[in-house]
């Protein structure tokens, strides 16, 4: 049996094919989706799962692509794009050219390339190898119209928007609130260097986990949702591992529950509560061997990751 306390922030460690992933991604995840109308995929083995009567929804954040072609990116995924077109609409001279909102589009085609109808990039087909992609020649990359590209908001054309950093953009939008709460999560969970044209389907697993945050921080949501992660911090820099644990606590200030697949150590520590599985991995795997404060997992003898949390704790 494992306890998860709600609206606090818990991580389930162990050693390698302990249970893990078992345990919150097969049976925890599952079980609670389905109860609250998500069709998922066959639960794990388990008798009961008490306590989800606590959450409105349930989020697994893996880490799986957000983005499967090049014309879904950041923008558009935090839903900025539709305030920055509703600008580039209302200067005086796409109103007087008749240009709505759709124009500034690259998926439309009012506004995209003919070309290479947005994309930015066409495909030459090789007969013996594999095709290969080079920028469209009739918008240089750009995936607009000429004449979309004339129209200014700032200084800048929609493309020069989109070529833009998170970063860059707060800073360009900063009287604009609309647009600035939509990117100001992606900067907060260390993605301001991320362009707002960039697509998606080039993100790494660990941005994706983190582009999922921001837009969930994004929503503003009133709590009671229950947030699932798989190891979001593998391969971040020390300062990353730093802010993806004060969007974690912006999650738990506002009711939510987070529950976190982990084996960094500096998680670990700041976790309200931990379950640790094994004590081994595979058949000797998948037994509650301590739960508690991580203070508690230190002084378990039989728990690896207490004899590496009390280094840790110590030093």
């Known amino acids: 049996v494992a306890n ?3 609206n606090r922030f818990t ?3 162990g050693v390698s094919g302990s249970g893990k992933s078992s345990l919150v991604c097969d049976v925890l995840y599952p079980w609670i989706a389905r109860r609250l109308g998500v069709r998922t995929e066959r639960a794990g083995r388990c008798r009961a799962v008490k306590g989800w009567e606590e959450f409105a929804a349930v989020e697994m954040v893996g880490q799986a692509p957000i983005g499967r072609t090049p014309r879904a990116n950041p923008a558009s995924y935090i839903q900025a794009v539709a305030p920055i ?6 200067t005086k001279a796409a109103k007087e050219r008749g240009m709505g909102p759709g124009v500034f589009s690259f998926n ?3 506004g995209q390339c003919g070309t290479c109808r947005g994309a930015g990039i066409v495909e030459i087909e090789m007969q013996f190898l594999a095709d ?3 920028a469209c020649e009739a918008c240089g990359g750009k995936r607009y119209k ?6 200014e908001w700032g200084g800048r054309n929609i493309s020069e928007v989109l070529d833009m950093t998170v970063s860059e953009a707060i800073a360009f939008f900063r009287d604009h609130r609309q647009i600035v709460s939509r990117l100001q999560p992606l900067a907060d969970v260390g993605m301001g260097y991320v362009k707002l044209g960039q697509p998606l389907n080039t993100l790494s697993g660990g941005e994706c986990q983190r582009m999922k945050i921001a837009s969930e921080l994004a929503d503003g949501r009133a709590g ?4 699932l992660f798989d190891e979001p911090t593998m391969g971040l820099h020390p300062d990353e591992v730093g802010k993806f644990l004060l969007c974690v606590d912006r999650l738990v200030a506002r009711g939510d529950t987070v529950i976190v697949i982990e084996h960094n150590l500096d998680v670990i520590a700041r976790a309200d509560y931990v379950v640790d599985l094994g004590p081994e991995g595979g058949e000797a795997g998948g037994e509650v061997v301590a739960e508690g404060a991580p203070d508690d ?3 378990c003898p039989r728990s690896h990751t207490g004899r590496f949390l009390r280094e840790y704790l110590r030093g």
């Open 11 to 13: 991580c389930v460690t």
């Open 108 to 110: 439309l085609p009012e």
């Open 132 to 134: 290969v992609y080079v």
């Open 85 to 90: 077109r509703t600008l580039f609409a209302a």
């Open 297 to 299: 997992i230190a002084r």
């Open 224 to 227: 009671k949702t229950l947030y």
């Open 4 to 6: 998860f306390p709600v």
């Open 146 to 151: 000429d004449e979309v590209l004339e129209i």
